[in-house]
């Protein structure tokens, strides 16, 4: 076949065309030229598979949609391609031949050989048959550390841009509100600071490649009542602002996020999905957004279905544009014949088919989509025979070894070490009892996003497509001189006690138990973590926790191990296992990180993202509670965690000294300066993950007892110290006011320079003087952290990645 499409020729180039002419010119000039069916063909995309022998894809029927007839739709165009990869199982480099000849027949019949944007999801590596896994997102928070996502995203993006994909559906900004809302897992945790910086790192390393980021659920998903999936949510003006929305400020302004995906909840009565004051007003109007606004799968049909806002297909329609989503996802439905008919009618103004069609063209100008020289052959097939498809099989490998190593480091980093009375690590035990339900299943380190729990589970006969060590394998390699038992002794879920007393046995013929226990990530129902999987409390699904206490009465010393998607409440383990180690569904080679972490190989420096509750109930709770929301002497309810935000542990030991505050008073838009000594005074090296919290005692409003402003990894040899040395701007100290304005107030704070939310170790009392300061979306988001060696040692300077305070290694 022929692969090169030549767009329609004239004696002259048409305008746009032409890469030399002004942007907005081109696209001016395509909008004029455009007819309203064609103009429309460009705001909605079809939800495709690609073939698994090259050919061209077919439509996927979705159970909530009609089927779609591709054929009569293409001649007008075609604005999107639903998941051609992630929709069933298909070798890469097929998918990419069957993405070529697809891209090159809807580009051959629309009059201006304009071919399709091709998306695909990428939660947490792009989710596709035989491409690596990576950590879930609440790993890449656990990690507290941008670079190394950026660098991660970044090699998601390049395997996308490879085999033609233009737009990936991540990262997910949502705060975490409720734990026991079952997307817990696709988050990046439960403080705003935390979930931006990381994000953002994720946006820049994902759009390096060329590929479109997605910001999203913009906003408020998170904060569902009853941590129930698609709730109403009842933040107030004040949460949304100062927690809900910062993180995708942030990534828009500092991460030059190309694109927003609306939210499906309502807040207040108000869909996102027909909120203008949000996608328009603020999104566009105040933050500057230039990108497209996508519409969430089926969101716009929700208008009408499930929020009853509208009393037509065209009523949902008009009110998503009106508000400012420019493309329907994940299928043609309302943005199709009841928007045009409507338009025709008068009932829909065309110019705001006009004002999303300009966002549209200029993103796929952008990706050099209108280029007269625009080629639909990618570079992962760059010079093959595409004749030849059966020998295209297997040529693209998308779990490169370079893949491998990029994920066992995001793992390694993420996991996170909570209570350890000295047995680990723990050096050669010569008999191993494994017990528990996650001990010997593959897939007990991925998340629902995975495409073997997303997809491959309705394709059963289709093996993985990567390995998938089970914690038992990789505990076997780590202790070869040991013998490893593995007992089930419970599933997930399904409360079965009758395997618990061979458990028992199994750890009283051990020297030590590895209780392996956790989640099962699924959709809607088919896992205890994941979408449409919220939880009724945060207890242990199923028998989890009978089989854990009667492990612990086994007398042999108990290390609890948890591959999950959400903190749990471990009862009696907190203080009665000898260590907990806490690893959010970390990916292909999670098993591996985790059993190095047991053995020692790996020093632990991961860090909560999310509080761990001592209880099951008293939720929703997180540590950005205002004092009132913490334990007080008028609830008999404690929220108190077990382990709080920011906790983790290390094998070696580190102090922190010799405070100065070198600018204890400031003007409100002044900075504080501070300097501290941080040393590790253990046997071996070990990066310590300084975190930096700000206390204010009095405000005009009710504000958290404390708040993440700042963070920073430390990495220390034995007996090294370092001076570090932080700026922190009066901008960090804004919130909303009493009249809805971000301001910054004057008068006292407390500076925490902690080791987590529940360990501050120097504390610094500052002063704001001056008048009260209003501020907006072009405050400064950062603390600069910088440092030295101290005492003629060597090392890295300490200095955060980005435009500061972004957590990155000295």
């Known amino acids: 076949m022929t692969a090169n499409v030549a767009v329609e020729t004239t004696p002259e180039t048409p305008v746009w065309n032409d890469p030399g002419r002004d942007l907005g010119t081109r696209v001016s000039a395509l ?61 890469p480099a097929l998918g990419a031949l069957s993405l070529v000849r697809t891209q090159a027949r809807i580009a051959s019949a629309n009059r201006f050989g304009i071919p399709a944007v091709a998306h695909e999801e990428c939660l947490a590596g792009f989710a596709t048959w035989g491409a690596t896994a990576y950590p879930v997102p609440l790993s890449w928070g656990a990690t507290f550390d941008p670079d190394l996502v950026r660098r991660m995203a970044a090699a998601i993006g390049r395997d996308m841009r490879s085999v033609g994909v233009h737009q990936g559906l991540a990262p997910v900004l949502d705060v975490v509100r409720d734990a026991r809302w079952g997307r817990v897992e696709e988050t990046i945790g439960e403080d705003p600071y935390l979930v931006g910086t990381i994000g953002t790192a994720y946006v820049r390393g994902l759009q390096s490649a060329g590929v479109v980021a997605t910001l999203k659920h913009f906003a408020g998903y998170s904060a569902s009542r009853a941590g129930r999936n698609l709730a109403p949510v009842g933040a107030g003006p004040r949460e949304r602002a100062d927690i809900l929305l910062p993180p995708f400020e942030m990534a828009v302004r500092e991460g030059g996020a190309r694109s927003v995906m609306h939210a499906y909840t309502d807040t207040d009565g108000m869909p996102a999905a027909a909120d203008e004051d949000l996608l328009t007003g603020l999104l566009r109007d105040t933050w500057g957004f230039d990108g497209t606004v996508v519409a969430d799968y089926f969101g716009i049909a929700f ?29 043609v439905k309302t943005f199709g014949a009841p928007l045009a008919e409507a338009v025709t009618a008068g009932r829909v103004p065309e110019s705001l088919i006009d004002r999303a069609l300009r966002r549209v063209l200029t993103q796929k100008a952008q990706l050099g989509l209108l280029d007269p020289g625009w080629d639909p052959v990618p570079p992962a097939l760059a010079g093959a025979d595409l004749d030849d498809a059966e020998a295209l099989r297997g040529t693209v490998d998308l779990d490169t070894p370079a893949n491998r190593e990029l994920a066992r480091e995001v793992a390694g980093e993420a996991v996170v070490l909570l209570t350890n009375d000295g047995t680990l690590p723990l050096g050669r035990p010569r008999r191993i009892a494994l017990v528990g339900p996650n001990a010997a299943e593959p897939t007990a380190v991925l998340g629902c996003y995975s495409f073997p729990l997303h997809v491959g589970v309705h394709h059963p006969r289709t093996p993985a497509g990567i390995g998938l060590p089970t914690l038992g394998e990789a505990v076997a390699r780590e202790f070869p001189g040991a013998e490893v038992t593995v007992v089930r002794g419970t599933g997930i879920d399904d409360g079965d006690l009758s395997g618990i007393a ?189 975190q930096l919290y700000l206390h204010d005692p009095v405000a005009s409003v009710v504000q958290p007892v404390q708040r993440l402003i700042g963070f920073t990894r430390v990495p220390l040899a034995p007996g090294e110290a370092r001076r570090l040395r932080v700026t922190v701007p009066a901008d960090l100290a804004s919130f909303t006011g009493r009249d809805g304005r971000r301001v910054v107030e004057p008068g006292e704070l407390e500076l925490r320079l902690a080791a987590s939310s529940t360990d501050p170790r120097l504390t610094a009392r500052v002063t704001l003087t001056g008048a009260e300061r209003p501020v907006d979306h072009t405050r400064r988001f950062h603390a600069a952290f910088t440092g030295e060696a101290l005492e003629g040692q060597g090392g890295r300077e300490v200095q955060e990645g980005g435009k500061g305070g972004e957590g990155g290694e000295g």
Not at 48 to 58: K, N, P, R, T
Not at 306 to 323: N, Q, T
Not at 539 to 566: E, F, I, K, N, Y
């Open 303 to 331: 208008l009408r279905t499930l929020h009853g806002i509208a009393g037509d297909w065209a009523g949902a329609a008009h009110s998503a544009l009106r508000a400012g989503v420019d493309v329907e996802l994940p299928t």
């Open 31 to 91: 909008i004029e030229a455009m007819t309203l069916d064609e103009k429309i063909a460009q705001l909605y995309g079809v939800w495709v598979g690609a073939s698994d022998e090259g050919g061209e894809v077919a439509p996927h029927q979705h159970d909530m949609e009609e089927a779609v007839d591709l054929e009569a739709l293409l001649p007008v165009g075609l604005g999107q391609l639903t998941r051609p990869f992630g929709t069933a199982p298909v070798d």
């Open 502 to 690: 061979e458990a028992v046995r199994a750890a009283r013929d051990a020297d030590v138990v590895l209780a392996v226990l956790g989640d099962r990530a699924g959709l809607f129902g088919r896992g205890t973590s994941g979408e449409g999987c919220d939880a009724e409390s945060l207890a242990l699904p199923g028998a989890q926790q009978h089989l854990l206490d009667a492990l612990l009465d086994s007398g042999t010393p108990v290390v609890a191990v948890l591959l999950a998607g959400r903190p749990y409440a471990l009862g009696r383990a907190v203080d009665g296992a000898a260590a907990i180690v806490e690893s959010f569904f970390p990916g292909v080679e999670g098993t591996t990180a985790v059993a190095g972490v047991l053995s020692g190989r790996i020093n632990p420096s991961g860090r909560l993202p999310v509080s761990v509750p001592r209880g099951p109930g008293a939720q929703p709770a997180t540590y950005l509670g205002a004092r009132l929301a913490h334990a007080s002497e008028v609830s008999n309810i404690d929220p108190t965690p077990a382990f709080g935000f920011g906790h983790g542990l290390s094998y070696t030991a580190f102090t922190w000294s010799d405070l100065v505050v070198g600018q204890g008073t400031a003007d409100t838009d002044g900075a504080f300066s501070l300097a501290f000594t941080v040393r590790n005074t253990g046997q071996r090296a070990g990066t310590e993950v300084v």
